[in-house]
């Protein structure tokens, strides 16, 4: 009988540390996740050095819970993945080292993984992977359209030009006053509200999957100080609801041109902004009128850093033999493809 494989992942490249243990790749036995929200809340927005300092503060207690709901000792665990970029440097380090510590100490193999990679194999632990497939990633940093052929290969073939989705609701959160991290805030105003603002849509050449935020995000801040100047009333529901269509048209429309291009059997949304109501409702609407193609949501508490995802994906590299030694670094901007072959 195959052996089970135990994989630990640890993730903290920007506001969330977490650490998770994951069985062969796909079953999640710990999952822990201590946020720092309420510490960035009130600069409305992840300051970096606080960031690092919580995450050394909290990685030793996550880390003990963790290995405790699972009930496994160090030399249980097959290999150790890390989160060793893209992120905030000094927030990666933290778990970079102590990935490095763990692995030294108790001769575990280590591995790096890539942030996106982990939200992108959140969805390895809801439902099985089936190529060529490609993933919507919508996050606090990352806007991006990933082909995958295969396990562990990763092609973009969009991205955002600018702001990402996430960075663009916590913007446009900010200027209603909406406290931070503004996402879910815009999401329930959007559902109270109508659509009735005429906001711009980046579509960018013909063919194109890239994504532009900036225009749109500049269109909501000028409509709200035009009215202010103005002396007028714009309902936030209204301004949060044509916001939200204007988001969710560009990346619903973009996401099913690449769906037909590449004749993809499977689309994997992922990132924060995957928790999104409305980019869930619609692309679940789009996706009934075409049922030879799956389309695979994770729960929300997936959506969001953690890192049973960079177990999950770290499995994939665990099978292929792909591991780093002792002198992994983080690497702020790390390529998502730096193992395709
Ligand atoms: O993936 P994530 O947890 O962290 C990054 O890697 O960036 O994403 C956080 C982002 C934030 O910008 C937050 O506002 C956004 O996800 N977000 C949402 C919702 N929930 C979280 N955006 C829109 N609608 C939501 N319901
Ligand atoms: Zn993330």
Redesign the pocket.
Same mark, same amino acid.
Request: proline fraction near 6%.
């Given at each position: 009988m195959k052996k089970d494989k135990w994989i630990m992942g640890i993730e903290t490249?920007?506001d969330?540390t977490a650490v998770a243990i994951v069985k062969n790749g796909t079953e999640i036995v710990a999952n822990v996740v201590a946020s720092q929200i309420e510490s960035h809340k009130r600069f409305g927005g992840v300051v970096p050095e606080i960031a690092s300092r919580h995450h050394v503060e909290q990685i030793t207690l996550v880390l003990e819970e963790a290995m405790d709901q699972a009930g496994l000792g160090f030399e249980d665990l097959d290999a150790i993945a890390v989160t060793e970029g893209p992120?905030l440097v000094g927030a990666l380090l933290v778990g970079v080292n102590t990935a490095k510590a763990l692995a030294f100490a108790h001769g575990i193999p280590l591995i790096g993984v890539h !942030?996106i990679a982990g !939200?992108i194999y959140a969805n390895r632990l809801v439902a099985e992977m089936k190529f060529p497939l490609v993933s919507l990633v /919508?996050?606090?940093? !990352?806007t991006e359209l990933v082909y995958m052929k295969e396990h562990g290969h990763f092609e973009v073939i969009g991205e955002t030009r600018d702001d %990402?989705?996430?960075?663009a609701?916590?913007k446009v %959160?900010r200027t209603l006053k909406l406290p931070y991290?503004?996402?879910?805030h815009?999401?329930r105003l959007a559902h109270q509200g109508r659509p009735t603002i005429n906001l711009p849509r980046a579509w960018l050449e013909e063919g194109s999957y890239d994504f532009s935020f900036s225009g749109l995000k500049s269109a909501v801040i000028n409509a709200v100080h035009n009215a202010e100047q103005r002396g007028e009333n714009i309902a936030p529901e209204d301004l949060a609801a044509s916001f939200q269509e204007s988001v969710i048209d560009v990346l619903v429309t973009k996401t099913l041109a690449a769906v037909k291009e590449f004749h993809v059997k499977q689309v994997l949304l992922a990132?924060? /902004?995957a %928790?999104?109501?409305?980019?869930r409702n619609r692309l679940s609407g789009a996706f009934n009128e075409i049922p030879e193609v799956e389309l695979v949501i994770p729960p929300l508490s997936l959506?969001?850093?953690n890192a049973a995802m960079i177990a999950a994906a770290g499995s994939i590299l665990n099978e292929k033999g792909i591991r780093a030694n002792l002198a992994l670094n983080a690497n702020p901007s790390l390529d998502l493809a730096i193992h395709n072959e």
């Open positions: 490249s920007c969330e992120g !942030h !939200h /919508v996050s606090g940093g !990352h %990402a989705a996430g960075e609701y916590d %959160a991290p503004g996402g879910p815009i999401d990132g924060g /902004v %928790a999104n109501k409305g980019l959506c969001t850093d």
